[in-house]
């Protein structure tokens, strides 16, 4: 039989994954020769033997690889003859490159949790258990070739123990970076406000402090928790208090699959996602018979629920409370805190106590958010588990590598290279220096970690945003404004793949628009290089700007002035808002005078101004509470037929008079608000399809893209589909970045490359 050699260099998620062991394993039971390595590019390797079984092993690799390998690129080359004697695992050599990419860190497998509750191995109780198959990853690696020396791991040297299993090929944990043990590896503690270490055992004393009703600071896999019993409502008020956080909905992480079905709704889909590697944070709706606190998520049905995904929180779990609120470590508006003396620092006033342990985070990773719609998984924050793996994306041969900085205050940031987009982890806001701060540190990491220096950066054209003002302070090459609906519309459009001419249905709360005004119910047109503004909704005042969006009533004032008329408008006001009498006054005089009244075209402020005037939500103590509370007097996913209220649609507005009108005096009925919440989504769904058809009769444009975060909102998600693809258009959703904020920062990076 012929003898053949080959070359083969694989590229994409193959580090940190079991891919050596993989290849190493296959070879050898296949009676095949030659090497293996990690290099700065990918795994390369070499391979030797009869051609046919080459031939099995090649197809093997590209079909089946290890279930956490993502495979870019394989690259194969026949090679002459080397005369192996045997297959080996090379050492680790090559910098980095960038077709390489850092996997993401990886809940505890189940081999790993049977070894931590088993008295006879040597990682019984251990909470930092780990193997190929799972751990950290992202949140510990310093650089590319994925190696010990390069995560802060270095600082542990192996026991003889760990060091057998790390240098076998048949051992699970070879190769696992972070391998450790009792005897090697990093230690937790539990320390008071001062810091000071408490003698007790941390694993014991943690759980009677969380069963009493305490507020814990857990470091974690990629930062701090704030934690405490998710079924004592006194805990969560006090924690609720002493982080100014009045309604915004708080995670919880519940001991099992068994306990999260015991209070919520899980679909095949949604356990799927529960239990996946990844381990997100997942919306689900609560049973009827849920006694779940509802100081968990005021005016909302839905909880984000996970479950224990390293070995600190499943063995923390066994005892303490069946249900813990897991919300993110940090000071409301600051990055996530990911350093002890930080957290003693900066958290000292909201923990009673800290549980601690020394080994390093890196890179610090929020929680992913997501909720299955119809199947499909989609993403509030994609984060921890999913970055830094690239998303295939259709961008030109490029020259340099493109930044996309994202927006202001969900902000992610994204690094296009070679037709790979790599968007980062969730950043949060950037109006603060520590924000600042957090985004320069992050993209620097990233920078490294691919291989990349942006030549060109692009940024919101929002003159407020600090996008522009980071990019200018960085100092990049070249930089270009991206108008922020043009941003999502792209960004839906990339991550479908699609390289032509769409219609774009992009519904949020804010974005200025090339008028001045702000934006956020449009009806685009257009590709990566260029759009036109068909359909919009008609610009209403918004009084105080910024006051108005934390207070939906004066939104909901507004609109009924201009809807109604002064007279009729104010005095609707007046009846729907009897102790708002004075202030009222002063917004019509506001409206009259044009003092600090911008113009608005917003779907999120629409949604604020009805959800006030139901008396639903008058003020937003987080952003998109109003919309979020509205949303929950419909069903989750849409049947119809829809109900709407009329509106019209004239030149290129879409009139809502009629509408606020309609809403008023139902209100004035006393028609159910439940009853109002439907009409309205259905009116919401009917005015993007009529719209979408006039622009598909006018332009021939049969692929629609839905984007921007009004999409959260499920009912208006399933109706639009729906009726969209009855009246046959093909509809585009997101499926791997979030609809709002945290994905347009892939959409500027494409309309960068396009306009090289």
């Known amino acids: 039989m012929k003898q053949i050699n080959r070359k083969i260099t694989v590229t994409g998620t193959v580090q940190g994954v079991g891919f050596r062991p993989y290849i190493y394993n296959l070879a050898c039971k296949m009676k095949l020769r030659g090497t293996v390595c990690n290099t700065g590019s990918g795994v390369f390797i070499e391979i030797e033997g009869e051609k046919d079984q080459v031939e099995k092993f090649t197809g093997k690799l ?19 003859l080397q005369g192996h004697e045997k297959f080996i695992i090379s050492s680790t050599g090559g910098n980095a490159t960038g077709e390489s990419v850092a996997p993401p860190d990886v809940a505890t497998c189940a081999e790993c949790q049977k070894e931590i509750f088993d008295p006879s191995n040597r990682h ?6 780990n193997c190929t198959n799972c751990g950290p990853r992202f949140t510990i690696i310093k650089d590319l070739p994925y190696d010990r020396s390069q995560t802060s ?6 026991c003889k123990k760990c060091e057998k299993e790390y240098i076998n090929p048949a051992d699970r944990r070879f190769h696992a970076q972070p391998v450790a043990c009792p005897e090697c590896g990093p230690r937790a503690w539990l320390a008071d406000k001062q810091g000071k270490e408490i003698n007790d055992s941390w694993l014991e004393k943690s759980r009677q402090l969380l069963t009493r009703g305490e507020i814990l600071a857990i470091k974690g896999l990629g930062g701090f928790h704030l934690a405490c019993s998710g079924k004592d409502p006194g805990a969560i008020t006090k924690l609720r208090e002493r982080k100014g956080r009045p309604a915004k909905p708080l995670a919880v992480m519940c001991k099992s699959l068994d306990i ?4 919520c709704h899980v679909s095949p889909a949604e356990e799927t996602l529960l239990c996946s590697p990844g381990a997100p944070i997942v919306v689900l709706e609560q049973k009827p018979s849920s006694s779940l606190p509802p100081e968990l998520g005021p005016g909302l049905n839905t909880i984000g629920v996970l479950l224990p995904y390293t070995p600190l929180h499943i063995l923390l779990m066994q005892e303490a409370p069946e249900v813990l609120v897991m919300t993110s470590g940090n000071i409301t508006g600051l990055p996530l805190v990911k350093n002890n003396h930080r957290a003693l620092k900066e958290l000292g006033d909201t923990a009673d106590y800290f549980l601690l342990h020394n080994r390093d985070i890196i890179n610090r990773c929020d929680d992913s958010v997501t909720y299955i719609v119809k199947d499909k998984t989609m993403f509030f924050r994609r984060s921890r588990g999913y970055v830094p793996r690239p998303i295939t994306v259709p961008a030109p041969h490029q020259k340099s590598v493109i930044l996309g ?9 994204c690094l296009l290279k070679y037709g790979q987009a790599y968007l980062s982890q969730h950043i949060g806001a950037l109006d603060t220096v520590e924000g600042k701060d957090n985004f320069k540190n992050s993209l620097e990491n990233f920078c490294r970690l691919v291989d990349a220096e942006p030549g060109i950066a692009a940024y919101d054209l929002h003159p407020g945003y600090h996008g522009c003002s980071l990019v200018h302070s960085i100092g990049y090459p070249a930089s270009i404004g991206v108008q922020h609906h043009h941003a999502h519309m792209a960004s839906c459009m ?13 519904l949020d709360g804010t974005g200025y628009g090339t008028d001045g005004n702000i934006w956020g119910f449009e009806i685009l047109s257009g590709d990566y290089k260029d759009f036109c503004r068909n359909f919009h909704l008609e610009y209403m005042p918004l009084p105080g700007g910024d006051s108005a969006v934390l207070n939906p009533w004066i939104t909901a004032v507004s609109y009924l002035i201009t ?6 408008g104010t005095q609707t006001a007046r009846d729907l808002f009897p102790e708002k009498a004075g202030e009222i006054t002063l917004i019509d005089k506001m409206i009259e005078k044009k003092i600090n009244t911008p113009l608005v075209s917003s779907c999120g402020r629409l949604f604020d101004a009805v959800s006030a005037l139901l008396g639903i939500c008058t003020k937003n103590t987080y952003d998109g509470q109003a919309p979020a509370e509205l949303s929950e007097l419909v069903p989750s996913s849409f049947q119809g037929p829809p109900e ?8 290129s507005t879409i009139k809502i008079n009629l509408l606020i009108k309609s809403i008023a005096d139902d209100i004035n009925n006393k028609i159910p608000v439940a009853k109002i919440a439907k009409h309205f989504h259905d009116t919401i769904i009917k005015i993007a399809a009529d719209a979408a058809m006039y622009t598909r009769n006018e332009k021939g444009l049969n692929k629609i893209v839905l984007s921007g975060g009004s999409w959260h909102n499920r009912y208006l998600l399933t109706g639009a589909r729906k009726i969209l693809e009855k009246k046959g258009f093909e509809v585009y959703q997101h499926e791997k970045v979030p609809p709002g904020d945290g994905g347009i920062s892939l959409g500027q990076a494409m309309i960068a490359t396009y306009s090289l």
């Open 62 to 80: 590209r079909n089946k690889p290890p279930r956490l390998a993502q495979i870019n690129t394989c690259r194969i080359q026949d090679n002459s």
């Open 124 to 129: 019984y109780f251990y909470p930092f258990t």
């Open 153 to 158: 791991m270095s600082t542990f040297p192996m």
């Open 260 to 263: 999260i079905k015991k209070y």
């Open 405 to 413: 900085t994202g927006g202001d205050l969900r902000n992610t940031f």
């Open 494 to 506: 990339a991550e479908n793949g699609l390289d032509e001419e769409v219609t774009g249905i992009i």
């Open 563 to 568: 809807a109604l008329g002064k007279e009729k």
């Open 644 to 651: 709407p209220y009329d509106f019209k649609i004239e030149n």
